[in-house]
């Protein structure tokens, strides 16, 4: 039980210097932690990022078109101008 409130106490103290590495088993269980939203410098990570997140935007759509019976329509341009799209079948139709 000790050792418990002393790794939380080591937690908390490294929380407030900004060091993020280091955390008790119940804050790693708690989820994520929140991504600063600036843009990535580096540019093979800006370009992973990109698709990871393309991904599961794309992801989300489709699970939102088939969960909620929902009319879906995606459109993502990259850097380069290259589209990507995504919509259900009733979105397609011409009028």
Same mark, same amino acid.
């Given at each position: 039980m000790q050792e418990a409130e002393r790794n939380k106490d080591l937690a908390a103290a490294r929380k407030r210097e900004g060091d993020r590495s280091f955390g008790t088993k119940e804050e790693e269980e708690m989820g994520r932690g929140k991504v600063e939203l600036k843009r990535i410098e580096n540019k093979i990570s800006r370009q992973v990022t990109f698709a990871k997140r393309r991904n599961g935007l794309l992801k989300k759509a489709y699970e939102l078109s088939v969960?909620?019976?929902a009319e879906v329509a995606l459109i993502i341009? /990259? !850097?380069?101008?290259?589209?990507?799209?995504?919509?259900? /079948? !009733?979105?397609?139709r011409s009028a």
């Open positions: 969960l909620c019976d341009f /990259s !850097s380069r101008g290259r589209l990507f799209e995504f919509s259900t /079948s !009733s979105c397609t």
